[in-house]
């Protein structure tokens, strides 16, 4: 029903920046929340950052150098990751609390989805 395809990940060095994209589609009613999170190798998936409403919220580790943002006529979310730094590796997953529209075309209630993730490499 509803589909999050991230983008723009790679390879870059430390102090350098990337922009990852997320775009949602499928039978979206609304978009309640979006957000992006991290998964390191041997560690737990985490939190970076979260729009709703116009409210954004960071993890400590990326404040002042990550910024998420949200075109909301395309479904579309943004993560711009500044300063980076060898610690910030990982796969990033877009997250959506979506709310999806059923066989009768009537909301149903929000539920998360993600996307498969997108590789992002800082070399020190």
């Known amino acids: 029903q509803v589909q999050l395809v991230e983008s723009g990940g790679g390879l870059v060095q430390a102090g350098g920046s990337l922009r990852l994209s997320c775009a949602a589609s499928?039978?979206?009613?609304?978009?309640?929340?979006m957000a992006w999170f991290r998964q390191a190798p041997g560690k737990q998936r985490e939190l970076v950052a979260q729009?709703?409403?116009?409210?954004?919220t960071y993890a400590d580790s990326v404040k002042g150098r990550f910024t998420i943002s949200r075109d909301n006529a395309k479904n579309m979310v943004y993560l711009q990751m500044n300063s980076l730094r060898p610690e910030d590796t990982g796969v990033y997953y877009c997250?959506?609390?979506?709310?999806?529209?059923?066989?009768?075309?009537?909301?149903?209630?929000?539920?998360?989805?993600w996307g498969r993730g997108t590789q992002v490499t800082v070399s020190s």
């Open positions: 997250n959506g609390l979506i709310v999806v529209l059923d066989q009768l075309r009537l909301p149903t209630s929000p539920r998360d989805y």
């Open positions: 729009i709703a409403r116009g409210d954004s």
């Open positions: 499928g039978s979206i009613f609304s978009i309640n929340r």
